[in-house]
């Protein structure tokens, strides 16, 4: 499975942006997929999980309520909604596929990341 990530930008606080993780390869409805990012100087954080078939989900605290994981199982694609963003979610976001898990460690395959840069 090979992961492309996009949909990063610049924008401002409170704005909005919505990121896609794009799968090649015709087992990626067997693995659910993560989203993750890194903030300078700081360690990885778990953002958002979808399980296998998109029947559930769940939410990193800092970003309960305002992101939203989905998949279009027909394009191979997942995507991150985040809504009212904050400066603090300025990172480098990253989608993996693997176990439906928090832990990083269960992923097996990973994007390249994109950056999101929220200014205040």
């Known amino acids: 499975v090979q992961l492309q990530a996009s949909g990063g930008g610049l924008v401002q606080a409170g704005g909005s942006l919505r990121l896609s993780c794009a799968a090649s390869g015709r087992t990626f409805s067997n693995y659910a997929v993560g989203w993750f990012r890194r903030a300078p100087g700081k360690e990885r954080e778990f953002v958002a999980r979808v399980s296998q078939i998109g029947a559930s989900t769940y939410y990193g605290d800092s970003v309960k309520g305002r992101f939203t994981i989905s998949r279009a199982s027909a394009q191979n694609t997942v995507y991150l909604q985040m809504n009212s963003l904050k400066p603090e979610d300025t990172a480098v976001y990253y989608c993996?596929?693997?176990?439906?898990?928090?832990?990083?460690?269960?992923?097996?395959?990973w994007g390249q990341g994109t950056q999101v840069t929220v200014s205040s």
């Open positions: 993996a596929a693997g176990d439906y898990s928090s832990d990083p460690r269960y992923y097996d395959y």
